[in-house]
């Protein structure tokens, strides 16, 4: 349900692409920000409204 893309080529500046299909979109450039959207987008898969739907849906 989410994508995270990283691209980081030797002796360029790091860019990321966070995307769900719960409409979230977010980007990032350079190594500090780019760690954060990684912090962010791995939080993000436990509140993610598709996903604890979905989990709802399994469990009963």
């Not at 989410?2 to 002796?11: F, K, N, Q, S």
């Not at 962010?40 to 739907?53: F, G, I, K, N, V």
């Amino acid at each position: 349900m989410a994508w995270l893309c990283i691209r980081a080529p030797r002796g360029t500046t790091p860019t990321a692409t966070s995307k769900c299909l719960c409409g979230r979109d977010r980007s990032a450039v350079g190594h500090p920000k780019v760690h954060a959207l990684i912090a962010d987008h791995e939080a993000h898969r436990d509140a993610c409204p598709l996903r604890t739907t979905q989990e709802r849906r399994n469990a009963a």
